[in-house]
């Protein structure tokens, strides 16, 4: 069966450092994966995705993620986190024909 | 870029009765819109897969006639919740595709609806 796991609830860094926000999945065959923020009272906006090529993917506001395959994961990271960076987090992949959305994670980005 | 709208964007509603809810794409045609539900920390998950002109497709274990979908236009899709009772009450999500030459993973997602029965 294909799966999402976001393993922590909540993420909380201090403004300046960097994020990791954690996702792992089980699919079969090659995966398509991304990485959606939800702000409050917002609609899920993209954020980057991982389809083939490069394993380091680059998305918006500064986001990037790395698909490894070995350890089937693909983490979200920012190098230096903003207040405004706040917001529910979900990665996703692509199933058969719909998207598998993890649970979320609450990142919080202390001033 | 591409924005897809819900209303009412909360309600509140009595138990047994009926509340609709739309998306629309504001500035796309959207030949294809999907809904979701959100529970609290929980995931989205897909309810059912909506084409414009033809009768949507829905996921095991969703009530059709329970949840009814109306995608009348290229840039309006409806869910009517019937007979709402309050095990209803959940964040509900719509989506978008892109256009019919994107890939179908390509989506715009609303900003969601408060659904909470009484």
């Known amino acids: 069966a294909q799966s999402v796991a976001q393993p922590e609830d909540q993420v909380n860094v201090a403004e300046g450092n960097p994020l990791t926000v954690k996702c792992t999945y089980s699919?079969?065959?090659?995966?398509?994966l991304f990485w959606y923020v939800q702000y409050p009272n917002r609609g899920l906006q993209f954020l980057l995705k991982?389809?083939?090529?490069?394993?380091l993917v680059k998305g918006s506001y500064g986001f990037e993620a790395e698909f490894n395959k070995s350890q089937t994961s693909f983490h979200l990271k920012k190098p230096s986190a903003l207040v405004s960076d706040s917001a529910l987090y979900f990665c996703?992949?692509?199933?058969?024909?719909?998207?598998?959305f993890g649970t979320g994670t609450r990142l919080k980005v202390l001033a | 870029g591409a924005v897809v709208s819900q209303h009412p964007s909360w309600v509140i509603c009595k138990s047994g009765t009926s509340v609709k809810i739309e998306c629309r794409s504001l500035?796309?045609?959207?030949?294809?819109m999907f809904w979701y539900r959100q529970f609290p920390k929980q995931s989205l998950m897909l309810m059912a897969t909506s084409n414009e002109g033809s009768k949507a497709t829905y996921e095991q274990g969703v009530e059709k006639d329970k949840f009814l979908i109306n995608h009348a236009s290229l840039t309006l899709s409806t869910l009517t919740v019937t007979s709402a009772h309050p095990e209803d009450s959940s964040f509900y999500i719509c989506s978008a595709r892109a256009s019919e030459g994107t890939p179908i993973y390509e989506q715009y997602f609303g900003p969601g609806t408060r659904l909470t029965v009484t």
């Open positions: 699919v079969s065959g090659n995966p398509y």
């Open positions: 996703a992949v692509w199933g058969t024909y719909k998207y598998i």
């Open positions: 991982y389809i083939t090529g490069d394993n």
């Open positions: 500035d796309f045609q959207a030949t294809t």
